[in-house]
């Protein structure tokens, strides 16, 4: 298996602007997580679903984020309109019922000018 | 009542010398205790995890003290080596509720040839 897939790696984008992160979990594993992780707020939970189904939102920091899980394959992160302090590295995890370890993607590395 | 708190915010160790990052929690309804392993522009990865009904773990060099009366736990790395230099982060889960992780601020460690 190839691991969490996220995409893009690295995004650049000017204020205002609407960003959209990408995440393919790891096949047959029904849980997926959204991370944020900054120097100051170390990593922070954002959101995560179960079979698709958004559990616990109350990460998400204000209206201008929203994520969803069409199916369960893929997942994505969209931040509208982003601002400078959105930038931090998002982490996709994802993991399975029968088994406790979260296996995280590589990130994407957002930076908001 | 959520937070994990680490300690201390970085290490610098002797090759062949031991790691020692402290963890404490508040809430007594969390009971599984994983440690992170993050090298730069890696996401994290499981290292080791630890349940209440035990005091201690064990996996080749890594082991997790845990003190469940303070409501700590530690993790030492034995022979520490110049390739056990990431930043480790613990954190803390309520399994039979919901996998959210709660992680501590982390603690980058360095370990000098």
């Known amino acids: 298996d190839a691991g969490v897939i996220q995409s893009p790696r690295h995004e650049v984008t000017e204020m205002g602007q609407e960003v959209t992160l990408r995440c393919k979990p790891i096949?047959?594993?029904?849980?997926l997580f959204w991370y944020r992780q900054t120097m100051m707020r170390g990593l922070e939970l954002l959101i995560y679903f179960n079979n698709n189904v958004p559990i616990d939102d109350s990460g998400m920091p204000e209206d201008r984020f929203s994520a969803k899980m069409p199916n369960a394959s893929f997942s994505t992160l969209k931040i509208q309109p982003s601002e400078p302090r959105d930038s931090a590295v998002y982490f996709c995890?994802?993991?399975?019922?029968?088994?406790?370890?979260?296996?995280f993607g590589p990130g994407t590395r957002l930076t908001v000018l | 009542q959520q937070q994990v708190k680490q300690s201390p915010q970085s290490l610098i160790v002797q090759k062949g010398g031991i790691s020692i990052i402290n963890c404490a929690y508040e809430?007594?309804?969390?009971?599984?205790f994983p440690w992170y392993q993050q090298f730069p522009g890696k996401g994290p990865a499981l290292l080791i995890a630890i349940r209440p009904d035990v005091s201690e773990k064990k996996e080749g060099r890594f082991t997790i003290s845990f003190n469940k009366s303070a409501k700590q736990f530690s993790l030492h790395i034995m022979d520490s080596q110049p390739g056990d230099s990431a930043t480790y982060f613990c954190?803390?889960?309520?399994?039979?509720?919901?996998?959210?992780?709660?992680f501590g601020s982390g603690t980058r460690l360095l370990v000098r040839p």
């Open positions: 954190a803390a889960s309520m399994l039979d509720s919901s996998y959210k992780l709660i």
């Open positions: 096949s047959g594993h029904d849980y």
């Open positions: 809430n007594t309804a969390f009971d599984y």
């Open positions: 995890a994802t993991q399975t019922s029968a088994n406790n370890e979260q296996f």
